[in-house]
């Protein structure tokens, strides 16, 4: 560069920068700004008071009297004071769960993870149902009611296939409200719902909406669905998963835990869990400690399009068995597996087996089918299995057992 441009140089750098801090400033103070703490305010909070000129006080109430409650409700709609009362019931009894997990890095190094779900507290004793991803693999949990009050929590105790799971704290004394539990099966398309819970740790926040469908299967995982879910349009994000779903009378009828979403944000269809699916799993989590599953002892593999073609099956569709479990239910009644492997591609494949059509008339195409037959049963109950070996069709008895947490066959 040129010593006589030199000094222009240095005035044009600094005129540049002068600008630059300039429009940051500007952008700072004027610019849209991003909360930096969001709160509820929480039921019945305390105001300060605030002084009159003359020396009084303007209605700095630490609770809000019946009479005040009355005036303002007095002008609301009948849809927003549905609303508001359920709101004013049920989200006391609204819990945010805060969760803390150790993963590794690349190199094996602990890294502390946490999380942050929504649950609602079901018996005053202090039992809290939520989704299970909300506190799976969480060494520490931490329950944070409406009023603010902060408990740590102990895993009773889950049931992974349909994603329930089971919270205590100990309230040491304290009333806790407890929401009352409804029946799902009773329920019809149209009607009003509405969801509390915690969205992107917004406690305490009330989404509204109808019952979109009912009897949704849902798949969330490999190993996880909702079966008979509830769809509904009241808005559900993350951290709203195993908050509430309650109807107008202020009932839980279920326990939100997905939504349908090309961004990542609600997109007007959530599915929520039925609530009689999660008091089933509670009844047993809390009187006996663990879930009752039913169990029919095979591990299987679907055989639709080429590979039906290719084995030379006589189904089109179906489950291949390719080993029941020795001395299980299936194996029991005298289900076959397979007795020979071959490689399909890049799969080693046990051959010979049954292939599984339907179970009490239902259907069986894939292991999801299976899967949502087995969570409609209960162990010792006895199910007829229709299948193929050998290219005959025979249906078989078969009572199904329980299952354990370290068994991998259905």
Do not use: C
Not at 176 to 189: F, W
Request: hydrophobic residues 40%; without cysteine; neutral net charge.
């Amino acid at each position: 560069m040129n010593a006589r441009n030199f000094p222009g140089f240095i005035r044009l750098v600094l005129a540049g920068t002068i600008v630059v801090l300039a429009a940051y400033w500007a952008g700072a103070r004027y610019g849209q700004h991003q909360p930096t703490n969001v709160e509820a305010v929480r039921p019945n909070a305390a105001k300060p008071e605030r002084s009159e000129p003359n020396g009084g006080s303007l209605s700095g109430t630490a609770k809000p009297t019946s009479a005040s409650l009355a005036q303002r409700d007095a002008i609301l709609t009948d849809d927003e004071g549905i609303n508001v009362k359920v709101y004013r019931a049920a989200s006391p009894a609204v819990a945010n769960i805060l969760t803390k997990a150790t993963e590794y890095d690349f190199f094996m190094d602990p890294v502390p993870v946490e999380g942050a779900g929504s649950g609602f507290v079901i018996d005053e004793r202090g039992y809290i149902l939520t989704n299970f991803h909300v506190v799976q693999e969480a060494q520490s949990i931490e329950v944070v009611l409406g009023d603010q009050t902060r408990y740590p929590g102990k895993f009773i105790g889950a049931d992974q296939r349909n994603d329930v799971a089971l919270v205590k704290i100990d309230p040491k004394g304290k009333h806790l409200t407890a929401l009352p539990l409804g029946d799902s099966s009773q329920l019809q398309v149209g009607q009003k719902v509405l969801a509390i819970g915690n969205p992107f740790g917004f406690q305490s926040t009330l989404t509204t909406g109808v019952v979109s469908a009912l009897g949704r299967t849902v798949q969330t995982s490999q190993t996880t669905l909702i079966d008979e879910a509830i769809q509904t349009d009241a808005a559900i994000n993350r951290g709203n998963s195993g908050g509430p779903l309650i109807n107008s009378h202020g009932e839980v009828i279920g326990i939100n835990s997905a939504i349908y979403t090309p961004s990542g944000t609600t997109a007007g269809i959530g599915f929520a869990i039925p609530i009689n699916t999660a008091k089933r799993i509670a009844t047993d989590l809390i009187n006996e400690g663990r879930v009752h599953l039913a169990f029919i002892g095979v591990q299987t593999i679907p055989v639709g399009g080429y590979l039906s073609q290719a084995l030379e099956l006589p189904v089109e569709e179906g489950l291949l068995v390719e080993s029941a479990a020795k001395g299980g239910p299936a194996a029991t009644a005298g289900v076959h597996g397979g007795d020979r492997v071959v490689m399909a591609g890049m799969q080693r494949i046990a051959i010979g087996g049954d292939v599984i059509v339907a179970i009490d008339g239902n259907k069986v195409a894939n292991t999801m089918d299976l899967s949502v037959i087995l969570n409609r049963k209960r162990p010792g109950d006895t199910v007829t299995m229709t299948l193929y070996r050998a290219g005959k069709k025979m249906d078989i008895p078969v009572k199904l057992g329980e299952r354990t947490e370290n068994q991998r066959q259905q």
